[in-house]
């Protein structure tokens, strides 16, 4: 038998001069494989006398041991190495500044409602949501729309297939439906904003089947039509930025409100540019009113003692009025050059503090 030592030698030597985890497998292989130099001395102990198979078989387990250990501290230090090494490469500086050719830019949908929120949110308005679909209760019934009331026509409703029980869910119309999840939920006194979307089965310049509305909803026990009046002038100065901008509240009609008003904003319309804030035009931007008393008792809210006010506005047509868009229909277009020109700065938030607009 050749000599161990002088086998351990070698071997050892090898593991330490590999250099890469692929000649360490090339290694284990030919001394510890089913063909390796290892293995074969083993194989051949079987040819020996008793006495010397028992002194060689140990020898060669020492050998065997000592060449795995080699392997595994080699494997080991050409592991971490490689991860170093790679680490190093694949450094990234965090510190660099973005491509702007490679940013990303925030949809004027987005934008305006951040405004909104950040408007809203500074006269202590929380935030609510509720489910794109709706039952019938939830989006006619509780807000004062009985099934034959006129207004359900209006409101080219997309209806769900009937279920076993008769009814039929639909995609909500307006977001004030959000109004009664809302009072069935929580105890006055309230003040919550509810963006979120909207859907009508209508589509032209001005009308998209899927749009985007803001419901605002205040219940106490003593707010009144002045309260209302003052917060939405507030609203429609913060939001488009102009101190000044001329504000009309005109008697309207919503069943869920009494009385009811639309707003809105002066404009001048001269040479085809629309001025807001300025000129003897007007542009109607919301509707509001008194939350129906029927309406809080619908939900469980005793309208002896609470009364409320509610608003609600679309949300593309103020941002077309603040940033200038002709066509509602580009919004949802997604056309990269459209997003580039109206987009906006992602990390710039909307603060009443710094400015809303970037
Ligand atoms: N829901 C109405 C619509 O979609 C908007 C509206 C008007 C909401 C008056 C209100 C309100 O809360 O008080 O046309």
Not at 139 to 165: G, S
Not at 181 to 201: D, H, K, S, W, Y
Request: charged residues 25%.
């Amino acid at each position: 038998m050749e000599n161990l030592d002088d086998l351990q030698n070698e071997l050892v030597a090898a593991v330490n001069a590999a250099a890469t985890l692929g000649a360490i497998e090339e290694i284990r292989i030919s001394a510890l494989g089913r063909k390796g130099r290892v293995t074969s001395l083993m194989k051949g102990l079987g040819a020996l006398a008793p006495d010397e198979r028992r002194a060689a078989g140990q020898s060669l387990n020492v050998v065997k041991s000592v060449v795995t250990d080699a392997l595994e501290s080699r494997r080991d230090a050409l592991s971490e190495a490689e991860l170093d090494a790679a680490l190093a490469r694949d450094r990234v500086d965090i510190t660099l500044t973005a491509r702007p050719e490679n940013e990303g830019r925030l949809h004027p949908i987005s934008q305006t409602i951040d405004e909104i929120i950040a408007i809203f949110g500074e006269m202590g308005f929380a935030l609510a949501e509720g489910p794109d679909i709706e039952d019938d209760f939830h989006n006619f019934t509780a807000l004062n729309i009985p099934p034959e009331h006129p207004a359900r026509q209006m409101h080219d409703t997309f209806y769900l297939p009937e279920q076993p029980d008769g009814t039929r869910k639909l995609l909500r119309t307006h977001t004030s439906s959000v109004q009664i999840r809302t009072m069935q939920n929580c105890e006055p006194p309230l003040r919550i904003i509810v963006p979120g979307r909207a859907f009508r089965c209508d589509s032209d310049m001005t009308h998209t089947p899927m749009f985007h509305q803001v419901e605002g909803l205040i219940v106490d026990k003593t707010v009144h039509m002045g309260h209302l009046k003052g917060c939405l002038i507030e609203f429609c100065r913060a939001y488009f930025e102009t101190p000044n901008v001329p504000v009309r509240f005109r008697p309207s009609f919503f069943p869920f409100t009494e009385p009811s008003a639309e707003v809105d904003i002066g404009c001048s319309r001269s040479g085809g540019t629309l001025k807001i804030g300025e000129g003897d035009d007007w542009l109607e931007i919301l509707g509001c009113g008194m939350v129906h008393p029927k309406v809080l008792d619908a939900c469980g809210i005793d309208s002896t003692e609470y009364q409320g006010f509610a608003f609600g506005m679309g949300i593309e047509r103020i941002a077309m009025l603040k940033y200038g868009m002709p066509d509602l229909r580009t919004f949802f277009d997604a056309d990269m050059p459209w997003l580039r020109h109206y987009g906006f700065a992602p990390l710039e938030v909307a603060t009443l503090l710094r400015g809303l607009t970037p």
